[in-house]
C-alpha cells in the first residue's frame, strides 16, 4: 500500500472487500452515488453493446473502467411500471403500479394513480443515512391523490430532498409540430362524433328556417348544448395536453407550463452539474433521469444530421455527451474515486415508433422484440453499467442474470441501511457479484409480466449453467412475419392480440439468446423437467402476492382536473420562469 494512503482510505478497502456478502450492517465510508436512467434506449444502441454506427464513446468509456453486465433485465417493458420496480426493489405488481387494462403507464399529470406514499424507495433509504438525494429529469410516477397541492406521489415525499425535470413523460404532444400521440384514435373518433353532431344541429337548424322540418327551436337549441357538452368534456383534457402534461418543475414550484422543449436538454444538464457541485462534500445520491431517447426526440443543433442513423442517431450521440458532461463533473471535483456511477434504460427500444420510413425508435440488437412487449429480451434487456474505481474491477465483463430491481439493495446495503423487514424485496444485493466474490447470481427465477399478465419467466440453473426461459403468452406481430405490432403500435398484453401457448414456448438463452428456435419435447431431453420446474417457482411467487390497490385502474389514470398541476388559476395554467436561463454551451 502507497505512503501516501491515508488510514481512512485503508479502512474504506478493508470495509469494502472484507465485510460479509450481504451484510446490512453499517459501512464507515458512504460513496456517493449516481444513477443515471435512459428512456427506451435500446440494448443495441451502444457502442460497448455492440453498435458500430452510433457513436457513444463516453458510455464506452465508462464500461472500460467498470463492470458491464450482459444480462441486465428490467422488470418491466414500460416506464411507469419499470420505474416504480427500480425505485422499490419489487415487481410492480406488488406496490400496484401494474395494469389489468390497456393504459399500462400513469397517462396524465392530472391523475390520481402513482408510486403509493407507503413504498419505501432507495432515496428515502439513502435519505435517513444522511444522505442529500436529488433526481433530475423523468419521474412518470403520479403527482397528487385527492387535491392539486397534496404531493402524495411527488419525488419530495419519496425520499428526494431536491427534484428538478418533469413530472410526467415526454410525447409527441409536448411539440407542436409533431403528429398527437396520447389516445391518437380514441381522439380521432372523438372529433369525428362532435363534427356529425354539430353538422345535425347545422342542418336542423336550416330545415327548421326553410320550414322542411317542424322541430321545435327548444329542441335544436338541447341537441345543440349536449353537442357542445359533448365536445368540452373530451376537448377540455386532450385540447390542451401541452399545458396539462408538458410541464417542468423544481421540487414543488412549476417553472415552466408548457414547458419549451428546445431548452430542456440544456436545463436537465445543467442542474445535473449544479447538484454535483452543490454537495460535492458528500455523501449525495443523484439520480438522472433522461428524457432521452423518447420521442418525439428532442435534438439541440450542435447534433442534428451528426450521426450516421437519422435523428434518433443524433438523439443517442447527444444523450452519450450528456453522460460525458456529468462524468467531467464527478471527475473535476475530485469524487472519481469515491462515487459509485451506474448506467442503464428503463426498458428496450421502441420497435414501432416510425416517422414515414424513418425509425424513430432504437434497436435491441440480436435480442426478439422492443418495449411493451412482456417477455422477448427485446423489450426487457438493457444495459447495465457500474464504475467505482479502486473497489469495483475495470474492464469486466459479468453474463449473469441481474435485475434493475438489483440496484435498491445494493445502493441500500452501500449506504449502511436495511430494506424494509415487512414487505418482499425482490432485488439482490449485487456487490459480491460485482466484486468477484461470488460467482453466481442470486437469482434463480425471474418474472416477466406484461401489466399484470404473467408473459414469461426465465430460470438460471447454476448447477449446469443452461438458462431456460418459458413464454406462456407472447403478442401478435403485424404484419406475422414482423417483430412488433406495427398495425397497433404498441404491442397488447392479453385479448385477441396475443397467443397463448400450451405447452409453453420453451427456449435455453444460453444457446439461442435471439429466442429464435423454440425447444421441442420431442428434441429436448429436459422439455418437461424444466415446464415444471418453472410451473412451480410460478406457483411459489404467486402465494408471494397481496391484493393492492391498482394505481393504474381506469379511474386512477383518467384526467381530474381538481388533480392538475398549474402554476396560475386553474385553468390560466401557463408561466416560464426559467426564461433564457438554460446556457446554450451546457
Known amino acids: 500500500i502507497p505512503l501516501k494512503m491515508t488510514s481512512l482510505t485503508i479502512l474504506l478497502v478493508l470495509c469494502l472487500f472484507l465485510w460479509p456478502p450481504g451484510s446490512h450492517a453499517s459501512v464507515s465510508y458512504k460513496p456517493n452515488i449516481v444513477l443515471i436512467l435512459a428512456d427506451d434506449l435500446g ?13 457513444t464513446p463516453n458510455i464506452d468509456h465508462l464500461a472500460k473502467e467498470g463492470v458491464k453486465l450482459t444480462q441486465h433485465i428490467a422488470a418491466a417493458p414500460l416506464c411507469t411500471p419499470s420505474r416504480a420496480a427500480f425505485l422499490t426493489g419489487r415487481y410492480p405488481i406488488r406496490s400496484g403500479m401494474d395494469a389489468t387494462n390497456d393504459y399500462r403507464v400513469i397517462q396524465w399529470a392530472g391523475a390520481s394513480g402513482g408510486l403509493p406514499p407507503n413504498e419505501t424507495t432507495f432515496a428515502k433509504i439513502l435519505q435517513q443515512q444522511g444522505y442529500i438525494t436529488g433526481l433530475i429529469g423523468k419521474w412518470h410516477q403520479g403527482v397528487n391523490c385527492e387535491s392539486r397541492n397534496d404531493y402524495c406521489h411527488h419525488p419530495l415525499n419519496h425520499g428526494f430532498d431536491y427534484f428538478y425535470g418533469m413530472p410526467f413523460s415526454l410525447m409527441n404532444d409536448c411539440q407542436i409540430t409533431q403528429p398527437p400521440e396520447k389516445d391518437r384514435v380514441l381522439r380521432t373518433k372523438l372529433w369525428l362524433y362532435s363534427q356529425t353532431i354539430g353538422l345535425a344541429v347545422l342542418t336542423l337548424a336550416i330545415a327548421r328556417l326553410t320550414g322542411l322540418v317542424s322541430v321545435t327551436w327548444k329542441i335544436i337549441t338541447c341537441f345543440a348544448w349536449f353537442g357542445f357538452l359533448f365536445f368540452a368534456s373530451w376537448f377540455s383534457s386532450y385540447g390542451f395536453i401541452r399545458y396539462w402534461d408538458c410541464i417542468m418543475m423544481r421540487n414543488h414550484e412549476i417553472t415552466e407550463q408548457p414547458m419549451v422543449v428546445e431548452r430542456t436538454t440544456s436545463l436537465i444538464l445543467r442542474e445535473a452539474v449544479s447538484f454535483i457541485e452543490r454537495n460535492k462534500h458528500g455523501p449525495f445520491l443523484l439520480f438522472v433521469s433522461f428524457l432521452h431517447v423518447h420521442t418525439p426526440l428532442i435534438t439541440t ?286
Open 43 to 55: 440494448i443495441g444502441d451502444v457502442g460497448c453493446y455492440g453498435n458500430d454506427t452510433i457513436r
Open 301 to 586: 443543433e450542435l447534433f442534428l444530421g451528426k450521426s450516421r442513423y437519422g435523428l434518433y442517431g443524433d438523439n443517442v450521440e447527444e444523450m452519450d455527451w450528456m453522460v460525458g458532461r456529468i462524468l467531467d463533473a464527478i471527475d473535476k471535483k475530485g469524487l472519481k474515486n469515491t462515487t459509485l456511477t451506474y448506467f442503464s434504460s428503463d426498458h428496450g427500444g421502441f420497435l414501432e415508433a416510425q416517422g414515414g420510413k424513418a425509425q424513430l425508435g432504437g434497436w435491441n440488437g440480436i435480442y426478439k422484440g422492443g418495449k411493451g412487449m412482456g417477455g422477448w429480451e427485446g423489450g426487457i434487456r438493457v444495459p447495465g453499467i457500474f464504475r467505482w474505481p479502486g473497489v469495483l474491477p475495470a474492464d469486466t465483463v459479468i453474463d449473469e442474470p441481474t435485475s434493475l430491481m438489483d440496484i435498491y439493495p445494493t445502493v441500500a446495503y452501500l449506504a449502511g441501511g436495511i430494506v424494509p423487514q415487512d414487505r418482499v424485496i425482490d432485488g439482490r444485493n449485487l456487490m459480491p457479484l460485482l466484486q468477484g466474490s461470488i460467482q453466481h447470481s442470486e437469482h434463480e427465477f425471474l418474472f416477466h409480466y406484461c401489466g399484470m399478465y404473467l408473459h414469461a419467466v426465465r430460470w438460471h440453473q447454476k448447477d449446469s449453467g443452461a438458462l431456460w426461459k418459458v413464454h406462456y403468452v407472447t403478442p401478435i406481430f403485424q404484419p406475422e412475419d414482423a417483430r412488433a405490432c406495427y398495425g397497433r403500435g404498441i404491442c397488447p398484453c392479453f385479448g385477441e392480440g396475443v397467443t397463448h401457448h400450451d405447452p409453453p414456448l420453451l427456449f435455453d438463452l444460453s444457446r439461442d439468446p435471439s429466442e429464435a428456435k423454440p425447444l421441442l419435447p420431442a428434441t429436448e431431453p429436459l422439455f418437461d423437467t424444466v415446464i415444471s420446474r418453472i410451473e412451480r417457482a410460478v406457483q411459489e411467487h404467486r402465494q408471494t402476492l397481496t391484493p393492492v390497490p391498482q394505481q393504474l385502474s381506469l379511474y386512477n389514470i383518467m384526467w381530474k382536473p381538481w388533480l392538475q398541476p398549474c402554476c396560475g388559476t386553474f385553468p390560466f395554467c401557463w408561466c416560464d420562469k426559467e426564461g433564457d436561463s438554460a446556457h446554450p454551451a451546457l
